[in-house]
């Protein structure tokens, strides 16, 4: 809600300022919507800035260049705001087919808001031409490869040399609207009976050809509308992410370590499909540890949970073994951009080597935690090879005591080593998963 006395924002006014906290400030879109959402009353109010954002973000790289065409000149650093005014309307105009002359009045109402009365005649002038003239605008950004594809150059050229076969498949998936995805608790209920209880609050939903506790909405919903939500019947939990308690094979009892677990998914779900596991779930953050604390509450099923560097288990770990270990790693997310397209601004191409190094100091560090004959599960939601293979088969070139452990399944691609879910293949968001064995 809006401070007392403090004049009402409009829905456009905030996603302007929600565009600039990400595009100039580095903020990620989640903390910024939040706040902006704050300042809403009304729900449609709020998915109407939730639309705008996201979409402005996914396609930030063209509207970027549409908007460089239109002007004579740049804007000056202190008037961004006005570029996100202008990024805002041209979103609706391209995407959301609002009425131009509404679309037009409403983008000069955000610059009067916000005291920059010498843009008014600009920002008219611009929203009118981009009209006018759409056609011959769009023969232009069709030879830039960023507005091409809505992506920043360095990203394209990386997933060109790692995927030559399919980077344009992925660039288009990370373009699209992701769906809304469920994961069922098998030990509550089965897959085709919660179905027939989401069909009875009349939410349309299908199961996942590849994963046996997917189900994939027609159309998203709040969460607390989804029968059983509430007491951890069900969760929301992308296909992919839901691969990873199987590849794992956890048996009853067995002693598991969650080496990077915020925010929880996969956590949940190891102690739902496997109840008795003795499971330390360890993050380096501890308000995400708060999530994964209540993702845990919500489904009722405990966890030992620890703040802690993964890569310093001498902090931590004490002298204990573990029989499975799960390393989710930190990464580009460049395999979740559908869901995250604010990634594309945040993420650079020097990001890549930190997180890489970054990846190879906790797959080392932990690797001594895992009992003989145990088995890890090194996992990313990247599509980058750095990241994943290569970052796999070094771990394995300098450890003798490793082996990979093929996985042999009909969803993803065979990589060497392990295997990789390519985003939008099958629905599903782009992850990385390989099987490393300790051998005895």
């Given at each position: 809600?809006?401070?007392p ?15 600039l906290?990400?595009?100039a400030?580095?903020h990620?879109?989640?903390?910024a919507l939040?706040?902006?959402q704050q300042q ?7 998915a109407?800035?939730?639309e ?24 000056k ?6 570029f996100?005014?202008?990024v ?10 609002v009425?131009?002359h ?25 929203l009118?031409?981009?009209q ?7 023969e ?8 091409r594809?809505?992506h ?5 050229a990386?997933l060109?040399?790692d995927w ?7 660039l288009d998936a990370?373009?699209q609207?992701p769906?809304m995805?469920?994961?069922v608790?098998l030990?509550?209920t ?10 009875e609050q009349?939410i349309?939903a ?5 994963v046996d506790?997917?189900v994939?909405l027609e159309q998203a ?5 989804l029968?059983g939500?509430?007491r951890g ?6 296909s ?13 009892g067995?002693r ?13 779900h ?8 003795q499971?330390l779930?360890?993050d380096?953050d501890g308000?995400r540890l708060?999530?994964?604390q ?14 802690g560097?993964a ?6 770990a ?6 499975r270990i799960?390393?989710d790693a930190?990464?580009?997310g ?8 604010d990634i ?11 997180l ?9 560090a932990?690797?001594p935690l895992l009992?003989p004959g145990?088995?890890?599960?090194y ?9 994943n293979?290569q970052q796999?088969?070094a771990?394995l070139?300098?450890h ?8 042999n ?8 080593p392990?295997?990789q ?10 992850f990385y998963y390989a099987c490393l064995?300790?051998i005895n």
């Open positions: 809600m809006p401070a006395g403090k004049k009402k924002q409009t829905v456009r006014a905030i996603a302007a300022q929600v565009l906290q990400v595009s400030r580095g990620s879109l989640t903390r939040a706040a902006g809403l009353a009304s729900p449609a109010d709020s109407l800035l939730q705008m954002c996201y979409g402005s973000l996914r396609w930030y790289y063209r509207l970027d260049v549409i908007v460089s065409m239109l002007l004579n000149k740049p804007l650093q202190r008037d961004q705001d006005i996100c005014v202008l805002i309307g041209l979103y609706q105009l391209e995407f959301m087919h009425p131009a509404a679309v037009v009045k409403e983008t000069v109402d955000v610059v009067l808001a916000l005291r920059k009365h010498w843009a008014k005649g600009l920002v008219n002038a611009l009118r031409e981009y006018r003239n759409a056609e011959a605008l769009r232009q950004w069709q030879q830039d490869d960023e507005a594809y809505a920043p150059a360095w990203m394209i990386r060109a040399q030559p076969q399919h980077y344009q498949t992925i990370n373009n609207r769906p995805v469920l994961r608790d030990q509550q089965t897959v085709a009976e919660y179905q027939q209880q989401l069909a009349d349309k299908r199961a996942s050809e590849f506790s997917a994939i919903v709040n969460v607390h509308e029968p939500f509430s019947l069900v969760s929301v939990q992308d992919s992410a839901q691969l990873a308690a199987g590849l794992l094979q956890l048996q009853a067995m598991v370590l969650d080496a990077c677990c915020a925010p929880g998914g996969k956590t949940l190891m102690l739902q499909a496997c109840p008795s596991l499971l779930a360890l380096s308000d708060q999530q994964v209540e993702n845990l509450d919500r489904a009722a099923v405990d966890a030992e949970l620890l703040v560097d890569s310093k288990p001498v902090d931590w004490g002298d204990r073994l573990f029989e799960l390393v930190p990464c580009s460049s395999g979740v951009i559908r869901r995250h397209p594309k601004l945040l993420r650079s191409s020097t990001d890549i080597e930190t890489v190094a970054r990846q190879a100091d906790i797959l080392a932990v690797w009992a145990g088995m890890l599960v996992s990313t939601c990247s599509v980058f090879r750095q990241e293979e796999v088969a771990f070139q300098h003798a005591d490793a082996r990979e452990r093929p996985i399944a009909d969803w993803g691609v065979r990589c060497d392990g295997r879910v390519l985003p939008g293949s099958h629905g599903m968001d782009g064995e300790k």
